[in-house]
C-alpha cells in the first residue's frame, strides 16, 4: 500500500497536469484521497510545499528516466523519438508537462520553486543538449532550447486540439536528417 505523502504527491501531480497547480486545493485532495484537511497539511504545511515537492520529484523521476533511457536506447535519434511518444502520451491523457504547467502560473508559486523549475528546465535542456551533440551539432545547447520550446509549445496546441502528433510533427524535423 501506498504512504498517505506520497499518495498526495500522485494526485496532485495529476490534478497539476490537467487542471494546473491553482486548479485544486487541499481540500480536493483530502476529499480524493479519504483523509482530513489537516492530513494533508500535516504532509505539506502549505501549498508551496506541496508545489517545492512535486518539482523536486519530478526532477528525480526524470533524472532516473534519462539515464534509463541513455543505458537501454543506442542512438540519440532514438531516445528523443522515444522522448516524443512520452510526452505524446500525456497529450493522450489529457495531461500537460507538470513543471509547464506550474511555469504557466509562475506567479503564484514561491520563489523556491521557480528557481526549482528553473534548475529542472535547464537540466532537461543539458540532456536533450547531450544527444544533439552526440548527433553532431554545431550548436547543441541552442538546438536543445529549441527543441524543448517547441515541445512545451507543441504541447499546448495538441492538448488543445487533442491531436498527439502535433507534438510529433513539431518534433521530428529536429531528429531526421
Do not use: W
Not at 532514438?78 to 504547467?101: A, D, H, P, T
Not at 540532456?127 to 504541447?155: C, N, V, W, Y
Not at 487533442?162 to 518534433?171: E, R
Amino acid at each position: 500500500m501506498t504512504d498517505t505523502r506520497t499518495r498526495i504527491l500522485n494526485l496532485a501531480e495529476g490534478l497539476t497536469q490537467t487542471h494546473g497547480f491553482n486548479g485544486f486545493s487541499y481540500l480536493d485532495l483530502a476529499n480524493e484521497i479519504g483523509v482530513k484537511h489537516s492530513s494533508i497539511h500535516y504532509h505539506f504545511k502549505s501549498k508551496a510545499d506541496l508545489a517545492l515537492a512535486l518539482v523536486t520529484r519530478i526532477q528525480e523521476n526524470h533524472t532516473s528516466a534519462f539515464a534509463d533511457l541513455d543505458a537501454a536506447v543506442d542512438t540519440p535519434q532514438e531516445r528523443l523519438r522515444s522522448l516524443i511518444e512520452f510526452f505524446q502520451g500525456y497529450v493522450r491523457e489529457n495531461k500537460f508537462c507538470m513543471c509547464g504547467m506550474m511555469s504557466a502560473e509562475l506567479r503564484s508559486v514561491s520563489d523556491q520553486v521557480r528557481n526549482e523549475l528553473v534548475v529542472y528546465f535547464t537540466d532537461f535542456q543539458s540532456r536533450i543538449a547531450k544527444q544533439f551533440s552526440e548527433m553532431g551539432h554545431d550548436d547543441p545547447q541552442g538546438t536543445a532550447l529549441r527543441f524543448l520550446s517547441a515541445l512545451e509549445g507543441s504541447l499546448l496546441l495538441a492538448r488543445l486540439r487533442n491531436d498527439p502528433d502535433i507534438v510529433s510533427n513539431a518534433l521530428n524535423p529536429f531528429v531526421s536528417p
